[in-house]
């Protein structure tokens, strides 16, 4: 077995377990797409909604492998040197200036001396292509959709052969090849030429019993009837047409708000006072603070107590 596919799960089965005992509740497609990725050594392209757990696959990977995780979050405007490296330009003007003070003449040792590897400081590509022997990092790149084409572009170097070149130290490629998780939340379309290095899987939002079970891990100290009924309510608000619908890390965060605040149930008065730790914009949070929010609540109640 090679040092990349060390410590990787040896099924879809291993790799649904791997998930579960960090709490990561998946289904078996996400299990497939992912132990293939582990196997292959191929990035895996996770899209998505915000909120529905993409960015949690790569923290839980890395705890599961007992690697390090690099991240790097996207932004607009995001460049090399925020991305890849940059030089220590402080510490290379002392160096120019000890030169300067020491008579220093040879004009090709300063400028070794400049650009030595002492004064390069390593951004997450970098990081994540020089990692450990053996424990080469889950590498995430989180949310490149914020990016522009000219970054995109650059990045398919780094997914296709696992290097960087910097012109004053030459081409950098990494011993072991990094996990590559990759996030986007889809605000805009992404290349084919980056998706096709790339395996792919569409992270949507979880079923009721999946995002159940995901409450009772994230929240234990949450009542039974109260994750049922967060579960539900939650459920039906993302058949409304909102302007962004609730993910399941505000779901989570909507059960623990509720738990500190020592709620058995869910009664009109807590839902409106707590909105604000599930919905993000206003207009979705006047429209539900009313008759709509109560008459959700009315159909959870009575659609559970036929359950029951």
């Known amino acids: 077995m090679t040092a990349a596919k060390r410590n990787v799960p040896e099924s879809i089965e291993a790799t649904l377990k791997m998930l579960e005992e960090h709490d990561y509740v998946a289904g078996r497609a996400l299990a497939t797409v992912l132990f293939l990725s582990l196997r292959m050594g191929r990035p895996l392209f996770l899209e998505g909604e915000a909120g529905v757990g993409k960015t949690e696959i790569a923290k839980v990977l890395a705890n599961a492998l007992d690697r390090p995780l690099i991240r790097l979050q996207c932004y607009e405007g995001l460049d090399v040197s925020s991305a890849v490296y940059e030089w220590n330009y402080p510490a290379q003007m002392l160096e120019i200036r000890l030169a300067e003070a020491t008579g220093e003449a040879d004009r090709d040792r300063i400028e070794t001396n400049i650009f030595d590897k002492r004064h390069l400081i390593r951004r997450p590509v970098l990081q994540a292509l020089q990692g450990e022997p053996g424990r080469a990092p889950v590498f995430l790149i ?3 959709d914020r990016t522009d084409e000219a970054f995109e572009a650059f990045l398919l170097e780094i997914l296709s052969d696992f290097q960087v070149t910097i012109p004053e130290l030459g081409t950098i490629k990494a011993a072991e090849p990094p996990i590559v998780i990759i996030t986007t939340n889809r605000t805009r379309e992404i290349h084919d030429a980056l998706k096709r290095r790339c395996l792919y899987h569409w992270v949507d939002y979880p079923e009721a019993d999946a995002e159940l079970e995901i409450i009772r891990r994230k929240v234990p100290g949450a009542a039974e ?16 047409e909102l ?3 609730p993910g399941v890390a505000e779901t989570i965060d909507w059960a623990t708000a509720l ?5 058995l ?8 006072d707590t909105l604000g730790t599930l919905l993000k914009y206003q207009d979705d949070i006047a429209r539900i603070e009313g008759s709509a929010g109560r008459q959700i609540l009315d159909e ?4 559970l107590a036929r359950a029951s």
């Not at 009837?225 to 409304?240: F, G, N, P």
């Not at 149930?265 to 409106?272: E, I």
């Open 300 to 303: 959870v109640k009575a659609e």
């Open 225 to 240: 009837v109260l994750t049922a009924e967060i579960v539900a309510y939650v459920q039906k608000l993302r058949q409304m």
């Open 142 to 144: 989180d949310e490149l």
């Open 243 to 245: 302007f962004k619908n």
């Open 265 to 272: 149930a869910l009664d009109p008065q807590t839902v409106s």
């Open 259 to 263: 738990t500190e605040l020592d709620r």
